[in-house]
């Protein structure tokens, strides 16, 4: 059912790593900076349909989910135009 949809936006979960497993894009929101995932990148470098929207652990969510959203529109809009 995963490879079904145009995206998922999750939290470092199961449910990123099966979607990106699939080949659905993924948006990951996480507090962690620096980790073995992605280097020390926003992406992961053996799934390039994942990208990681990374907040440090006592900075605020808001930042990353207006990314988030950014990102999301962008896909939407891009879809729009490939369909007209």
Do not use: H, N
Request: a positive charge; proline letters at 4%.
């Amino acid at each position: 059912m995963i490879s079904k949809l145009d995206g998922v936006v999750s939290g470092r979960t199961a449910v990123a790593a099966l979607a990106g497993a699939v080949g659905t894009r993924v948006l990951v929101l996480s507090r962690r900076i620096t980790d073995w995932w992605g280097f020390g990148t926003d992406y992961c470098p053996w799934q390039a349909q994942v990208r990681a929207f990374l907040c440090g652990a006592i900075d605020p969510w808001e930042p990353a989910i207006d990314r988030i959203a950014a990102e999301i529109r962008a896909m939407v809009e891009s879809k729009k135009a490939l369909s007209t």
